[in-house]
């Protein structure tokens, strides 16, 4: 029987919330020791990480938004270990934990603890890992610029805002990329970099992503001659994307590509990334999408 001890690592402004502390309170009287910790500011979820593997906790329970879950996946993957993550979706878009198939509620999402983790894989780009997607170009822009303010009003719909608001910003990007037996170079509008699905608030990217297959989607949107009417084919679903499925690809950008990782912005030219196949395991749903052999 596995040990039914766990640490939740939850972000500050959670801290109040009472359908998690009712949920830590229901998982604890079904026999669950539940430490709970709170983030303050940048660093603590990889500090706590840390701090966790060190006692000897055998889960890690990850409460937050897409970037708290990056951040603790990303402590855990790159601290090693054998201790197992479940996710405790909280925040405005949870496209990894919706992907997933991860219950939104946090008495569903604990209960998950009680199921056998899986191993899944992680991204990597430099020295740095990611658990759901890297989006570039305008989408990325998009994520970044949408402000906490509009995501407590408007929800999922704040990105769909902020992207309309922003429209007359589209510009494409002159980008090459290179994987094996892959190439591609031209200019494109958005690209999506997958280990899973969806990102920015529920746009499905990378529809086919596996998190367990050692491989990442990689989802180019090439810039049209006519932009208007290109949209206008996207939204009537017709397949304007050019797809991969590759263990790693380089990207080079003369200008300069903002790369949107789980939330956090970053720039440069170039790029490599890669998956890194099995390096953590999670609490997942059995008929959970994301897994190409189902529990």
Known sequence: MQQRKAIVILHGKQAMNEDVREAVKAMRERGWALDVRVTWEAGDAQRLVNEALAAGYSHIVAGGGD???????????????????ALLPLGT????????????????ALALLEQPPRP???????????????????????????????????GAAAYLFTGLSRFSELQAASVELKG??????????????????????????CPDAMADDGLLDIAILPAPQEIVGALRELLAGEGLFVRARLPWVEIKCSQGLD??????????????????????Q???????PLLSRPG
Request: net charge negative.
């Open 67 to 85: 970037g708290t879950l990056r951040d603790v996946a990303e402590a855990m993957g790159l601290a090693g270990g054998k201790a197992s993550l």
């Open 93 to 108: 878009a949870n496209d990894f934990a919706k992907a997933a198939g991860v219950p939104l509620e946090p008495a569903g």
């Open 120 to 154: 899944i894989d992680l991204g990597r780009v430099g020295d740095q890992l990611f658990l759901n997607m890297a989006t570039g170009g305008f989408g990325s822009q998009v994520t970044a610029s949408t402000s906490e303010d509009l995501k407590k009003v408007l």
């Open 180 to 205: 094996p037996d892959f190439h591609w170079q031209g200019q494109l509008l958005a690209l999506g970099i997958g280990n899973g699905r969806q990102a920015g608030g529920g746009q499905v990217l």
């Open 259 to 280: 790369i949107n990782l789980d939330g956090e912005p970053l720039q440069a030219d170039s790029w490599r990334f890669e998956a890194s196949p099995a390096a953590l």
């Open 282 to 288: 999670v609490h997942l749903p059995v008929d959970s």
